[in-house]
């Protein structure tokens, strides 16, 4: 759908339903088209951050949770993803249960 003439609200709904489509495909497709780059950068974005013991860290964006996840794995922090789009955050608590 052409959503340039949309009013602002309604692109935010075009989106929003965008990434709630892409959202069982995300983690594949983010991997498969950087060649596993964005692996490595998170890795590396991480280690530069140097997480606080103790400490709470909100991930705007998080899409299904990736960075939270390699966040959480530096130590103990606390998390708050947040996303507009209920599907990814569905697959970053699925993640989460996971790891």
């Keep these: 759908m052409d959503n340039?003439?949309?009013p602002k609200e309604k692109?935010?709904?075009e989106i929003r339903k965008m990434f709630s489509q892409i959202a069982p495909s995300y983690d594949f497709l983010n991997?498969?088209?950087s060649f596993?780059?964005?692996k490595i950068w998170r890795k590396k974005a991480v280690k530069i951050f140097s997480p606080k013991p103790?400490?709470?860290?909100?991930d705007l964006c998080c899409g299904t949770g990736d960075f939270g996840i390699e966040l959480k794995k530096r130590g103990e922090t606390k998390i708050i993803g947040l996303d507009f789009s209920?599907?990814?955050l569905k697959i970053a608590r699925k993640k989460?249960?996971?790891n």
Excluded at 54 to 58: G, P, Q, R, S
């Design 96 to 98: 989460k249960r996971q």
């Design 54 to 58: 103790n400490e709470i860290y909100l």
């Design 36 to 38: 596993h780059f964005d």
């Design 86 to 88: 209920l599907e990814m």
């Design 31 to 33: 991997h498969f088209l």
């Design 4 to 6: 340039c003439n949309l």
């Design 11 to 13: 692109k935010g709904d």
